[in-house]
């Protein structure tokens, strides 16, 4: 459902632009972390991109995570460009985790990352690092798809990073431009 409201917020966008050429900006990498202690303690807002800590990620993810407090839940949502054999698209993901730990010092929150992986988020409200550590479920030979992943190295250590602290370049911009004015 949030991936169908995702393409037409994108669609809606894409066709309210004017005759002039407007840049749409999908996915740009850069960190930004919201909290403010004093006014509003029990909100936090981040968004950056995913690293993993042994460089594999294949598909870029650019990240925005909610927390609330008064909810008890973070939310965790994604917007990945997939690379396949016939080109790119753009796919996304939205889910949310259970808050186990929120002090002065710190956000645990823990989930279901998809059918085969547990995740365990960590922010860190001084020093502002986010966190997310995933391991394959217990019972996850039992799928074929996730008996496919129990080699990989565990556990999958994703930083949230700047795209400045990337090696990689994770933009991708979409423009509308009136047929006449092409070349």
């Known amino acids: 459902m949030i991936r169908i409201i995702g393409f037409l917020f994108t669609i ?58 008064a909810t ?13 054999d016939h080109g790119y698209y753009l796919s996304s993901d939205d889910r949310e985790l259970a808050i186990k730990t929120w002090d002065n010092d ?6 279901n990352e998809g059918q085969c992986f547990i995740g365990v988020l960590n922010i860190d409200l001084h020093t502002r690092e986010v966190v997310l550590i995933s391991i394959l479920k217990k019972n996850a030979s039992s799928s074929l798809l996730c008996s496919s992943l129990k080699d990989l190295p565990m556990p999958i250590v994703y930083k949230l990073v700047d795209e400045s602290e990337s090696p990689w370049d994770y933009s991708m911009n979409l423009t509308k431009t009136k047929k006449s004015a092409r070349k």
């Not at 050429?21 to 909290?35: P, Q």
């Not at 008890?72 to 396949?84: G, P, T, V, W, Y």
């Not at 710190?106 to 989930?111: C, E, V």
């Open 12 to 69: 809606l966008l894409l066709s309210s632009c004017n005759q002039q050429e407007k840049e749409l900006v999908i996915m740009d990498g850069k960190k930004s972390f919201f909290c403010d202690q004093e006014t509003n303690p029990s909100y936090v807002s981040v968004t950056g991109i995913w690293q993993i800590k042994n460089d594999t990620l294949i598909d870029p993810h650019e990240v925005k995570i909610i927390c609330s407090k």
């Open 72 to 84: 008890s839940n973070c939310q965790l949502i994604e917007a990945m460009i997939k690379i396949r």
């Open 106 to 111: 710190k956000i645990i929150a823990s989930g």
